[in-house]
């Protein structure tokens, strides 16, 4: 299986930052690379797909870059309801794997 | 808009077989392309793709849990089942259902563009 490696694993800011999570596979994937943001007791919600382009509706704050092995999504400023964790998933290969996530707090 | 709900038992016994049930709204399962995952978070650890099946009744399985998982669905329910044979207290974990749209079938890569809150499964006895 390809390992998804994500950093930090958990990160403090404040409202307005510019802040980046990092994921890394373990092997080439192109593209296949997925963003999602979870809160607590909530249905995840997916932000990026093709580590790059921007769900519908998903504000222009969040940002997804890489290719083959390293991804970083950036959330540009930083606003109250973006304090959650972050998880990156890859589908290059028929058995997704996730990263372990990076939780955001205040 | 659409919505997933993930029902069945909160506590299973050792070697129970787990049923869960996806119930969607919003969304058809005979719709061309769409797909329903099932996905699971133990305490403490990463996200675990499961299962996945499609409207054409396409299914894949998780190599390592392959033997233990059985994906089914009932279009006329709008619902995706998911059974799990010989439980153990490891699988104890936040269950979760999320639908791929056609979108993800048809231009790659795959994703899950709406998820259910997810079940707390407990396996103890």
């Known amino acids: 299986d390809i390992q998804m490696t994500q950093s930090p694993s958990s990160l403090s800011a404040s409202v307005g930052d510019r802040v980046t999570i990092t994921c890394r596979a373990s092997q080439g994937i192109d593209t296949y690379l997925n963003w999602y943001q979870h809160k607590p007791g909530k249905a995840p919600k997916l932000l990026i797909f093709a580590a790059s382009s921007l769900q519908s509706g998903v504000p222009s704050r969040f940002i997804g870059s890489g290719s083959g092995t390293d991804f970083t999504l950036t959330i540009s400023s930083l606003q109250p309801e973006d304090f959650a964790s972050y998880f990156c998933?890859?589908?290059?290969?028929?058995?997704?794997?996730f990263g372990q996530g990076t939780k955001l707090e205040l | 808009q659409i919505t997933l709900k993930e029902s069945g038992p909160t506590l299973v016994k050792p070697t129970q077989t787990l049923t869960l049930t996806c119930t969607l709204s919003g969304l058809s399962l005979t719709t061309s392309g769409v797909g329903v995952v099932w996905i699971r978070q133990s305490p403490g650890k990463a996200l675990e793709w499961l299962a996945l099946i499609y409207w054409n009744d396409n299914k894949r399985y998780n190599p390592s849990l392959k033997s233990r998982l059985t994906i089914t669905k009932d279009a006329s329910r709008n619902q995706v089942v998911l059974t799990m044979t010989n439980m153990d207290p490891v699988d104890t974990a936040t269950y979760y259902c999320?639908?791929?749209?056609?979108?993800?079938?048809?231009?790659?890569?795959?994703?899950?563009?709406?998820w259910g809150q997810g079940t707390l499964v407990t396996v103890s006895s």
């Open positions: 998933q890859q589908s290059y290969t028929n058995t997704f794997t």
């Open positions: 999320a639908q791929s749209s056609p979108g993800s079938y048809y231009e790659p890569p795959w994703r899950a563009d709406y």
